[in-house]
């Protein structure tokens, strides 16, 4: 998966985005927000920030916000979003996520649904960790997928059809895995059940005709625990199932 791919889908689709309820409103931005415990002195970082609603539920209570995307688009949506919202004292910066152009400087890192999309997710972790503080917090949140191989693998498959920008949805424990192994101490991991509406889910990514039958398929034929971890229901225009998101919370060791 290329760099060059995720600026074209998600440059393509930023304002999605910034009105997704999913993303704007989703029990994971509350649990982020308690988990990071933000403090008024502290300076925080938020990766890879979508429509930017991360970096704006955190920067009321920190001393500066700086927020990090590698697509313009996305940050320009992310920025508008933010002047709507009136907050203030958040720096919208274009660059890699894995490649942090920082020193080890933030009290704060955090992360949301974005970290699937990177190709070499423990080397993101790495970095993440070097730009931390001693005694600096991470709150990650991502999907994940389910335990069993085989599931695992279809349902990565089935987000993939929908975005071709996406890259790999680990279970939970190899992802606060990969957290230890750049580290980190982990003092929390929690697992979230997300709601979806299935044809908002793929109009989001403006996901084409032939695509959406075939996404269509493979959730109502899916089975055994690809089946329990998808729980698709309705039918047609009401039609739901389910994701997964991880939430970690790990220190750096001073």
């Not at 982990?186 to 059940?193: A, S």
Request: charged fraction near 20%; aromatic fraction near 8%.
């Amino acid at each position: 998966m290329s760099q060059e791919l995720v600026q074209k889908q998600f440059g393509a689709n930023a304002e999605a985005y910034v009105s997704s309820q999913v993303h704007a409103q989703g029990h994971s931005l509350a649990r982020m927000a308690e988990l990071a415990d933000a403090q008024p002195h502290w300076l925080a970082l938020d990766v890879a920030p979508g429509g930017g609603h991360s970096a704006l539920v955190i920067a009321p209570h920190v001393r500066r916000m700086v927020s990090i995307d590698i697509t313009f688009p996305m940050l320009q949506a992310a920025r508008r979003n933010g002047e709507k919202q009136g907050v203030a004292l958040v720096g919208w910066v274009q660059g890699r996520g894995e490649m942090l152009p920082f020193p080890s400087v933030f009290d704060l890192l955090t992360c949301r649904v974005a970290l699937h999309h990177f190709p070499d997710q423990p080397a993101a972790i790495r970095d993440w960790a070097r730009v931390l503080k001693p005694g600096g917090r991470l709150v990650l949140v991502d999907n994940i997928g389910p335990d069993e191989p085989d599931a695992v693998r279809y349902v990565n498959q089935f987000e993939t059809i929908r975005d071709p920008s996406h890259g790999w949805m680990y279970p939970l424990a190899e992802l606060a895995g990969f957290v230890a192994q750049a580290g980190l101490v982990v003092e929390h991991v929690e697992q979230l059940v997300k709601p979806m509406q299935f044809f908002p889910w793929m109009a989001r990514m403006q996901v084409n005709a032939e695509d959406r039958a075939r996404l269509t398929d493979m959730l109502w034929q899916s089975e055994g625990p690809a089946r329990d971890f998808l729980n698709p229901q309705g039918q047609g225009e009401e039609t739901t199932f389910s994701l997964r998101e991880g939430v970690i919370r790990a220190r750096k060791p001073d």
